[in-house]
């Protein structure tokens, strides 16, 4: 690329990591930072240096054009995606509290008597299994990392306390993320899909209740990134086996989780751009009778119901984390987007004065060669 003496102001907005290949310091090279005083204690505004010829130039906004075209459109799309993921938590959720009412009666009905079932049987922790659920795809800011984080804290705590522990990766992050660490015991790898689906969790349901069952480990615990908002998503660390026999799902201090009103995110437009209406949905569930009677033994449905019950547990977790990761992907896009926007805007105004200079150069030079021959 040629080269001529070229100084652009970067801008002190926050924008993607820069190993993002979307980030602003991917777009401009080479980058000077020049050397700070000591004695000055103000800090003024790094610059970097861009030594291109006009034609450089104009390829380079052309490119940064191209690639904000690319960040928009896949904004817009994990946008719908996010919609999409929403309406499948929110259309489990009165199937899901539906199983509680029914094993909450059961329950009661039970109190009296001495119950063995698999899934409920509560034995000193040796050895703990940890269900870790991350994404497929990358450029979707820190998800990933964050939940992988998680997951190495509380190995770590798992270490300190001297348990055993074992792990099963779902998605394909996750699984390159482990293949990399051998000092980590992994039961099985597991590949996600753009849009979970009962079978899935089923294959995922099916390990840990063989693990359990065969007393391989005497407690499994779900890590996955719980969807707040559309920018906000928590990693939680579940307590998924044993289960209650109410259908509770506690954290791993024994705090049980209450999730019947989920948060529904309407994505609109507004004077052209996307916003976003927030609205609480609250699921219907049918009452149960005190007085209802089971025509069959209350242990044969208990034991029914509960794989069922973690089977529905499972595939929530995997929806909420695709919702998170689309989240996440939406918001990178649209601030990559608008890095493109501003390194154009920034482009257009050092190509502007380049063109300016030369054209002033030129007439300068044309009416120094009429002097010269007047």
Known sequence: MSCSNLTMLVSSKPSLDSSSPLSFRSFIAPVQIPSSNANNSISKPSSSSI???LRDLRTRIDSVKNTQKITEAMKLVAAAKVRRAQEAVVNARPFSETLVEV???????LQTEDVDVPLTNVRPVKKVALVVVTGDRGLCG????FILKKAEARIRELKTLGLDYVVISVGKKGNSYFVRRPQIPVDKFLEGSNLPTAKEAQAIADDVFSLFVSEEVDKVELLYTKF???VKSDPVIHTLLPLSPKGEICDINGVCVDAAEDEFF???TKEGKLTVEREVIRAETMDFSPILQFEQDPVQILDALLPLYLNSQILRALQESLAS?????MTAMGN???NASELKKNLSRVYNRQRQAKITG?????VAGADALA
């Open 228 to 230: 707040v908002s559309l």
């Open 51 to 53: 030594h291109c010829s």
């Open 336 to 338: 990559a987007t608008d």
């Open 142 to 145: 820190g998800f990933n990392n």
């Open 103 to 109: 094993l909450y009666s059961i329950n009661e009905q």
């Open 266 to 268: 309407r994505l609109t």
């Open 362 to 366: 030129e007439i300068l030079e044309i």
């Open 325 to 329: 990761e689309l989240a996440a992907r």
